[in-house]
């Protein structure tokens, strides 16, 4: 079983930049694909941007693609989501997830983490 922390949220201005973190424990993490996913309350889980074990894999959803950017250590077993020129609609819980493939899809992710709070200020 997996364990994941993530951390690195918090309160930021629009343009601002902030990197997220997601540690993992109790696992393989080094042969498990992450994700990273949103939620804003009252709306469902929105995928944000996934990678492969290996790191030869990586997909952003459009509305972060080109402003975020994923990564992973796994000597750290620590994932990474970058964002930079953040908006007030980037505002959400972010929560790191780890699976068996990279995908879109979180019913295909089955560790996740309690999630980190991201505000961004217009």
């Known amino acids: 079983q997996v364990q994941l922390v993530e951390s690195g949220g918090g309160s930021v201005q629009a343009g601002d930049s902030l990197r997220i973190s997601c540690t993992a424990s109790?696992?393989?993490?080094?042969?498990?694909?992450v994700a990273w996913f949103r939620q804003t309350p009252g709306k469902a889980r929105e995928f944000v941007a996934t990678i492969s074990w290996n790191s030869g894999y990586i997909y952003y959803s459009t509305t972060v693609n080109g402003r975020f950017t994923i990564a992973r250590d796994n000597a750290k077993n620590t994932a990474w989501l970058q964002m930079n020129s953040l908006k007030p609609e980037d505002t959400a819980v972010y929560y790191c997830?780890?699976?068996?493939?990279?995908?879109?899809?979180?019913?295909?992710?089955?560790?996740w983490g309690r999630g980190t709070q991201v505000t961004v200020s217009s």
């Open positions: 997830a780890v699976g068996g493939s990279a995908n879109t899809n979180s019913v295909s992710y089955s560790y």
């Open positions: 109790g696992g393989a993490f080094s042969s498990l694909a």
